[in-house]
């Protein structure tokens, strides 16, 4: 009987890190908790030295009547979709504390992208649509290839934005969800914080003195709250701005941004870290002299 293969991961990590694509480098990440700890590890798998930097935090709600009231009445819409796994934890969370099994969102159709979709597998729930591109576009260019989808009512779980304006992108996914005829609910169901850049005066002195590298942003959020830190354009200059996608990249222009790594395969932070690897690829390191 043969063994399976180790995967690629494994295989990284037998490695000296020497020889993997971004040893030497510091990438300052700005994802929130929730999201760090994976992002990070696809950095180290590829000798990275990730910097945990969250600019955003998301958290529970302090009052949830408005969501409760629509997962009690769950058999009135015919699809939820996710565009963020705090979405999807959100409304597992909510369930379990009115009573409900988390497969009463099987009632409706699911929708969610990339390892969000996993997620949901992962906790029974059936995923009924995947888009190929994993975004909010990606979502209604499939809802609009369906016949069914003109008059129904969806729900999106979107998160309460506070101490930087609200990214454009929730707002323009209901948008454009009605636009192909769905009757959205948006419903309030996590809170995403911009943090005080007073708790991070060491890695800002990192990132003024060129001691970073790059700086990977996951979400529009994550730019516009990382901005309000700093006291000018010039602190980052010497950093390679990198994005997890064509959305959060464009977001980052219009603030001012210019994006060296906008990364193609943003289902994935593997799929992030490989764009970051590649443009190091042959450059020496910020500050190895």
């Known amino acids: 009987m043969t063994s399976a293969p180790m995967s690629d991961s494994v295989l990284a990590m037998l490695r000296p890190a020497e020889a993997l694509p971004l040893f030497g480098r ?153 636009r192909i005829g769905m009757r959205v609910t948006r419903a309030p169901a996590y809170r995403t914080r911009a943090l005080d850049g007073a708790r991070y005066a060491p890695e800002l002195a990192l990132i003024r003195q060129g001691a970073i590298d790059a700086i990977a942003f996951s979400s529009a959020a994550e730019v516009a709250a990382f901005l309000a830190m700093l006291n000018a354009p010039q602190d980052h200059g010497r950093c390679a701005i990198c994005c997890f996608g064509p959305y959060t990249a464009a977001h980052a222009r219009r603030m001012g941004l210019s994006p060296a790594v906008v990364a193609e395969d943003f289902g994935s932070f593997d799929g992030f870290a490989m764009a970051i690897a590649r443009h190091f690829t042959g450059a020496k390191p910020a500050h190895s002299g």
């Open 26 to 178: 510091r990438v300052l990440l700005t994802a929130p908790r929730t999201y760090a700890l994976r992002f990070a590890a696809a950095i180290l798998a590829r000798g990275g030295l990730p910097v945990l930097m969250p600019t955003i935090e998301t958290s529970l709600l302090d009052d949830y009547a408005a969501l409760d009231a629509y997962l009690r009445r769950l058999e009135t819409f015919d699809w939820i979709a996710f565009t963020s796994r705090n979405g999807i934890e959100a409304l597992v969370y909510r369930c379990e504390q009115l009573g409900l099994p988390p497969m009463a969102l099987n009632a409706c159709r699911l929708a969610a992208i990339g390892k969000d979709a996993e997620r949901l597998s992962e906790l029974g729930l059936r995923v009924d649509l995947m888009p190929r591109e994993p975004s909010p576009r990606g979502i209604v260019d499939a809802l609009r290839a369906l016949e069914s989808t003109g008059g129904a009512a969806i729900l999106v779980p979107a998160p309460v934005v506070e101490g930087v304006p609200e990214p454009d992108v929730v707002p323009t996914f209901v948008t454009d969800l009605q």
